[in-house]
């Protein structure tokens, strides 16, 4: 079976360039997986690139679109030009079954706004949410949402929880994932009104293995296999690792250069080093599935270079010969129907 991918070729900050090359990688790394890449965008910008790689462009079809949203564009204005723009012709391929999945690093807000409206959610879910997965000290953890809800009341919080429960579940292969709800500490009486009365929701579902509150640090530490928060907080959480770990690496890099001692010990500890950076290669956890939608719509880091984009298509990929689609439906209806009500419904009095 060919797996066809939908490409928004205008998405990142190097657009075609960095988006080709990756397609190219992936290509490379599906070692002999059947793929079809369908490129959507400037017709010209895409044709100029993949002439340099002749094998993908063997495998490759391109759709030019006259209008292009780039990370200026405003949701309300991508809604409007539909189905019309590179990244919504990429969206409504999936939704027409005309590819298997989407994959763009374009503009986050449009890419949610459209993909929910092309692609309509699960049953049983207001809003999508956006996952990754973080190494941890004991191995990874799935935090969500990352940016795509600013704003969530508690039921919103709940649902998160439910898919990224399912999320670890398939994905980290781990039988009954541990789940944890991000807040200023790990105290019952801690947090705002939304948290708490998140919290007290979280407890009603008995199949759900739920441990309270978590903090920031925990994250790392690997706590909980899954760490639930709005969007305002995770994306906030996620850039401040990602700071960290740039730190670290440049403070450790003017250590080691700054003495001849210090350039001894880089020579002989360079092997750890090298493990150490290719764990910790935010690249290589590049690619965050739209959870909760009928679709597999993938968002790349808007920044990252074509081996991030290459992961990213990885995690497409993946999504698509694990089923994920049917078992997350099939993993969540069995949470919610156990409950007296569905989830979108619940309210709770703070």
């Known amino acids: 079976m060919t797996l066809t991918l939908a490409l928004d070729a205008m998405g990142g900050d190097a657009g075609p360039e ?19 890449y369908l490129f959507f965008g400037d017709n010209l910008a895409i044709e100029t690139e993949l002439k340099k790689y002749p094998d993908l462009q063997k495998i490759s079809n391109i759709i030019h679109s006259e209008t292009i949203i780039t990370n200026q564009t405003k949701p309300a204005i991508a809604l409007r030009s539909g189905r019309k723009s590179n990244m919504g012709m990429a969206i409504d391929a999936v939704a027409k079954g005309q590819a298997n999945a989407v994959i763009s690093a374009g503009n986050t807000g449009a890419y949610m706004a459209l993909s929910k409206i092309l692609l309509k959610t699960i049953e049983g879910i207001d809003r999508p949410a956006i996952p990754a997965i973080l190494p941890t000290l004991k191995g990874k953890t799935v935090v969500l949402d990352l940016g795509a809800n600013i704003d969530c009341t508690s039921e919103n919080l709940v649902q998160f929880a439910l898919m990224g429960e399912a999320f670890a579940r398939q994905l980290l292969d781990i039988e009954r994932p541990s789940v944890g709800l991000l807040n200023i500490g790990s105290e019952e009486l801690k947090g705002n009104a939304i948290v708490q009365a998140a919290a007290q929701l979280l407890k009603e579902f008995p199949d759900l293995n739920f441990q309270g509150f978590v903090e ?10 899954v760490v639930v928060t709005d969007g305002f907080s995770g994306n906030i959480a ?23 001692r210090g350039k001894l010990g880089y020579i002989i500890a360079k092997p750890a080093f090298k493990q150490l950076q290719t764990k910790s290669d935010p690249r290589l956890y590049n690619g965050a599935v739209f959870l909760g939608l009928k679709g597999i719509a993938v968002k790349s880091h808007g920044g990252t270079d074509f081996v991030g984009f290459a992961n990213a298509i990885g995690v497409a990929i993946s999504m698509i010969q694990h089923n994920f689609i049917k078992d997350i439906e099939e993993r969540l209806s069995i949470l919610i129907s156990r409950d007296k009500q569905p989830v979108s419904t619940l309210t709770v009095e703070v």
């Open 18 to 36: 960095m988006v080709v090359k990756g397609a190219d990688l992936a290509l490379r790394q599906a070692k002999g997986l059947p793929l079809c």
């Open 238 to 260: 996620l850039k401040s690792i990602e700071g960290a770990a740039k730190l670290v690496g440049h403070l450790l890099k003017e250590s080691l250069g700054g003495s001849l």
């Open 216 to 225: 920031g640090d925990d994250i790392t530490s690997g706590k909980t296999d």
